[in-house]
């Protein structure tokens, strides 16, 4: 999996730069959450490609770096999800932990 890290804001952001489709496995997008952690990076924001599909496997990554990002007292934002992922969000009550951005300029502060 490709994935694109850079500062926007205050936040740090991860890019996916490939579609995600229904054999997708998110293990990178964890791994990078977890370097940031360590790093001690607590607002971090996760970027899709329009097309991207959430399959029940990459939802139990979502839900598993939520969590630890909220363990750190920290953010993890997505920005601008397309509408699966954000039917998604709803579905699983993640809308109410995950800071939904339409833009990257809303990364601000």
Do not use: W
Request: aromatic share 6%; net charge negative; charged share 30%.
């Amino acid at each position: 999996m490709n994935i694109k890290r850079y500062r926007k804001c205050d936040y740090f952001a991860l890019r996916v730069t490939e579609d995600l489709g229904i054999r997708s496995d998110l293990s990178a997008l964890k791994d990078a959450v977890v370097e940031y952690l360590e790093k001690g990076i607590t607002r971090i924001a996760v970027s899709f490609t329009p097309h991207s599909f959430l399959n029940s496997e990459a939802v139990a990554v979502c839900v598993q770096c939520v969590e630890m990002v909220r363990d750190k007292g920290g953010t993890l934002g997505i920005i601008r999800p397309n509408a699966q992922i954000l039917d998604i969000l709803k579905i699983t009550g993640l809308e109410d932990l995950v800071q939904v951005f339409d833009s990257e300029e809303e990364l601000q502060g």
